[in-house]
């Protein structure tokens, strides 16, 4: 005999004589099917994989104390081999060259060019001055302080475009509707843009507004990738699962890059890696020994001067 229950049929229990890891077992199971599930419950049943934290250990967001089922992965590295992993990859000078309020006023395509969106206040600005190790960018703890395309030339080499965030509720329908359209046209149209960078703050995830933005630039055949800012304001497990959810929503994008990227532009963590992934977006990757001479070339330098 069942009897249904939330949809589901359940054979009855008979008696005590099955085990307690049986309905363990069974009720686990009943929880991962239950329709009605909030969408934090299903956050918080994702399960990352050991991968995922060596991921994030590498990317520097520091390493899972590994007890139990963690602890025969354990890797011991030292300090000095965890430097020489990869070289400290570089951005020539980061120079503001154009801003532009209207379409008309967007300058002429010549260089590559990746641009920085998403929602007010999620660290774009502080992410651009990060990767170009530069104060040279505008950041403010209050929404909606870029409110422009800012046109930034790094070396001559390639562009990055700042924009103002989307979703910003305080300015007028009007300033908005503005901004949503040079935003569009700016990156419907021009040749020269290779990679939408889609800033989404680590503590929320993609929320609707988000989801809209996603699916236009994958209507408008745009190339993107999604960047998680502000890592370290969350605890690593959270990080983990934060991960796996937005790369599964990334996922169904044609136009999107099946990997998304993890930063904190205040302790620096997955900035290198970014910037290594800019600068082969852009054609401009060099050999990892021109990085690593370079590096030594300017630590030799600082040294100099500080005797
Ligand atoms: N903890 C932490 N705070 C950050 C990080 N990045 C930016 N912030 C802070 O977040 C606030 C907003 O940063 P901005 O870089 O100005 O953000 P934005 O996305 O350019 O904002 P708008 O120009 O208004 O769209 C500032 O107070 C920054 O100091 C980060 O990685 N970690
Ligand atoms: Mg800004």
């Known amino acids: 005999m069942s009897i249904a229950r939330n949809g589901r049929l359940w054979k009855p229990m008979l008696g005590w004589q099955s085990t307690s890891a049986v309905w363990k077992r069974t009720m686990a199971t009943a929880v991962k099917s239950t329709p009605e599930l909030s969408n934090r419950q299903k956050f918080n049943q994702l399960q990352p994989s050991p991968s995922i934290f060596g991921k994030l250990e590498k990317l520097g967001f520091g390493e899972l104390r590994r007890t139990g089922r963690y602890a025969a992965l354990r890797k011991v590295v030292s300090r000095d081999q965890k430097q020489t992993l990869e070289p400290n990859y570089k951005f020539p000078l980061l120079q503001f060259f154009a801003g532009a309020m209207v379409p008309t006023s967007i300058p002429e395509e010549t260089v590559p060019e990746?641009?920085?969106?998403?929602?007010?206040?999620?660290?774009?600005?502080?992410?651009?001055?990060?990767?170009?190790?530069?104060?040279?960018?505008?950041?403010?703890?209050?929404?909606?302080?870029?409110?422009?395309?800012?046109?930034?030339?790094?070396?001559?080499?390639?562009?990055?475009?700042?924009?103002?965030?989307?979703?910003?509720?305080?300015?007028?329908?009007?300033?908005?509707?503005?901004?949503?359209?040079?935003?569009?046209?700016?990156?419907t149209k021009r040749s020269t843009l290779k990679m939408v960078y889609v800033t989404i703050d680590a503590r929320h995830g993609l929320k609707v507004g988000d989801k809209d933005f996603l699916a236009m630039l994958d209507k408008n055949r745009v190339p993107f990738q999604v960047v998680l800012t502000k890592c370290d304001l969350i605890i690593l497990p959270t990080l983990a699962r934060r991960y796996m959810m937005v790369l599964d929503d990334v996922n169904n994008y044609r136009h999107a890059r099946k990997e998304v990227a993890l930063v904190s532009s205040r302790t620096q963590s997955g900035v290198n890696q970014l910037r290594k992934e800019i600068l082969k977006t852009v054609g401009n990757l060099r050999s990892e020994k021109y990085y690593v001479e370079k590096t030594e070339r300017q630590k030799a330098k600082q040294e100099d001067r500080r005797k």
């Open 114 to 187: 990746v641009a920085f969106v998403g929602r007010s206040n999620v660290g774009k600005s502080s992410l651009i001055n990060a990767l170009a190790e530069s104060s040279t960018v505008r950041t403010s703890d209050k929404p909606g302080l870029t409110q422009q395309l800012n046109f930034y030339s790094v070396g001559r080499l390639f562009n990055i475009v700042d924009m103002p965030g989307y979703g910003f509720a305080f300015v007028d329908e009007e300033k908005r509707l503005a901004w949503r359209e040079l935003m569009e046209t700016y990156m």
